[in-house]
């Protein structure tokens, strides 16, 4: 059996991303139904964030969940894409 995919969050996109669009903080929290403190604990790296957490900001935000996840191994992206499951996000 495969042990879990290891995998890594690219925050770094979140802010940019925001201001483009002319949202606070607040309201990509509303907008992603996630709460303005932990928005910033993300961002600021004190707080990775869960899967369903990181899925409402990428949809609130119009951007692709591959465009913030960071695999160790590459081939870790494939399992997912076959398996069409969740599985290879798990840490």
Known sequence: M??????????????????????TRRDLGRKANVEEGTLCDLIAGRRRPTFGTLRA??????????AMIRFTNPQDWTLADRTGTDEAHAV
């Open 57 to 66: 900001i990428c949809h609130a935000l119009g951007l692709p969940m591959e």
């Open 2 to 23: 495969r042990s879990s995919p290891k995998w890594s969050v690219d925050v770094a996109m979140i802010d940019p991303a925001r201001i483009l669009r002319g949202w």
